[in-house]
């Protein structure tokens, strides 16, 4: 990870940036805001920034938002005054450090807030086929398109083939294509040129140049619009890109990895995806296989996240209970790794006595995991029948778009929240889900927040 500090570097911030040197981060370091959004806009990229509470945190977001600059915020400071630490927060910080540091403080919120630590966790046969493809492949300079449900870890796989390619000593940057707003997408990937648009007072380095010689991962690819679809085939066919607002193309040196969780030839037959760029993206596919359909998986991946998160919480390690492993191994985790990660982060911290029992196991609506086999209580189908008889019941008199409202909505509640596992289950576009949530929130209804800690996803 790339961590900017930001601050005079005192004896404790100083001892900061040691210790988040020894998490493995590689660290710069500038005295002010400004220098900051300097740094970023040149390109000297970093996934995270910390910054003293004394600076204006408000100031340095709002500056770096104007530049289309994203990137997440912890708030450090000497003494951790409860009142300046609430300030830095709701300035847009996303968590503080007090100083003097602490090793394993400073640990937790890095992995927390940048979570690009996460080794690829497998012995199914059914993973290991892909794993081997992409050994063989890693090396190549070929575009790799990586499939598969939401949730299943490509972007995990794309780290593994970066740190086993040719271009591992250098940058590997990661677009996510869905989160950023298409008007900001395209500064975003390019950089732009000082005057391209209101708030661009200088030139900025786009992830493209930022990934020079390295890897850019384009997650999400197919939630791209059309005209920058355009745009990134000439950058993959040419190796050259165009600033927004520039008068002369760019050259680059760089792998293209991309990710999709929608079948992207059906993208191509109604119309929404180039088919020349996805024959250049598509070099190589590595699909991944649900979690289902690698039961193997999911035990190791079970015991590695109780392993993680006891640590990161400083709780005792627990083995999982003979009965856990068996309703874990028959449950469909329908949000595949992302889910079981956030089940067992639960688990851990619910768990009371020697071993991880059911009842520690929960999905996210509180419920534990069905026993193995299914229900198998006596009348159980004809309650299914009769609830479901109710539930239809209930929708006579409503409108279409009454009954879409609630489904958004409910979908997303029981995904906590998170747009792109939400709109994978409802079958469309994350861009689609976001327009008809807007019109809810303008309408003046409740949209469930993307949720933190425990249910993150």
């Known amino acids: 990870m790339r961590l900017l500090v930001v601050g005079r570097l005192s004896g404790q911030l100083a001892a900061a940036v040691k210790m988040a040197m020894s998490t493995g981060a590689k660290v710069s370091h500038v ?8 740094s970023l806009r040149r390109g000297q990229g970093a996934e995270l920034l910390m910054v003293d509470y004394d600076l204006d945190i408000a100031g340095l977001i709002a500056a770096n938002e104007a530049e289309r600059i994203h990137v997440p915020v912890v708030a450090c400071g000497v003494g951790a005054d409860p009142r300046r630490a609430a300030d830095a927060i709701r300035a847009g910080a996303k968590e503080f450090i007090p100083l003097p540091p602490d090793a394993e403080l400073i640990a937790a ?8 630590e996460r080794p690829l966790v497998t012995s199914d046969p059914a993973m290991q086929q892909v794993l081997k493809l992409a050994d063989q492949v890693a090396k190549s300079e070929a575009s790799i398109l990586i499939t598969g449900e939401s949730g299943v870890g490509k972007e995990v796989m794309a780290r593994y083939v970066h740190a086993k390619s040719r271009r591992a000593d250098k940058p590997f940057i990661s ?12 500064s975003e990937l390019f950089g732009h040129e000082k005057g391209a648009f209101t708030g661009a007072v200088a030139r900025r380095i786009g992830k493209f140049e930022e990934a020079d010689g390295g890897t850019l991962l384009l997650d999400e690819i197919s939630e791209m619009d059309a005209r920058l679809q355009a745009k990134l085939l000439r950058a993959i066919q040419e190796r050259v890109i165009d600033r927004v607002g520039g008068q002369k193309p760019v050259k680059v040196d760089i792998r293209i990895l991309a990710t999709s969780n929608r079948d992207l030839a059906q993208a191509v037959k109604e119309g929404t995806f180039r088919e020349d760029l996805l024959y250049r993206l598509n070099v190589v596919n590595l699909r991944l296989p649900a979690l289902r359909e690698r039961p193997a998986d999911v035990v190791v991946l079970a015991e590695h996240f109780v392993k993680k998160y006891a640590a990161a919480n400083g709780v005792a390690q627990r083995p999982i209970a003979a009965e856990a492993r068996r309703r874990l191994i028959a449950h469909p985790w329908p949000g595949n790794v992302r889910e079981l990660e956030n089940a067992m982060h639960r688990a851990v911290l619910l768990a009371i006595g020697d071993e991880i029992d059911v009842d520690a196991i929960r999905l996210p609506d509180g419920q534990p995991l069905a026993a193995a086999g299914g229900a198998s209580t006596p009348g159980y189908a004809a309650q299914a029948a009769q609830a479901a008889d109710a539930a239809a019941r209930a929708f006579v008199g409503r409108t279409v778009a009454e009954m879409e409202q609630q489904l958004i909505l409910d979908t997303l509640g029981h995904c906590l929240g998170n747009r792109t596992h939400a709109a994978n289950i409802l079958g469309i576009s994350i861009r689609t889900l976001r327009n008809k949530l807007n019109e809810y929130a303008a309408a003046g209804v409740p949209v469930p927040a993307p949720q933190s800690g425990l249910s993150a996803a």
Not at 31 to 38: F, I, K, V, Y
Not at 109 to 116: C, E, G, I, K
Request: glycine letters at 4%; hydrophobic letters at 50%; a negative charge.
């Open 31 to 38: 005295e002010t805001g400004a220098q900051a959004t300097d």
């Open 175 to 186: 677009v996510n294509c869905a989160a950023i707003p298409e008007n900001l997408l395209e």
């Open 109 to 116: 919120v890095l992995a927390a807030v940048a979570d690009d």
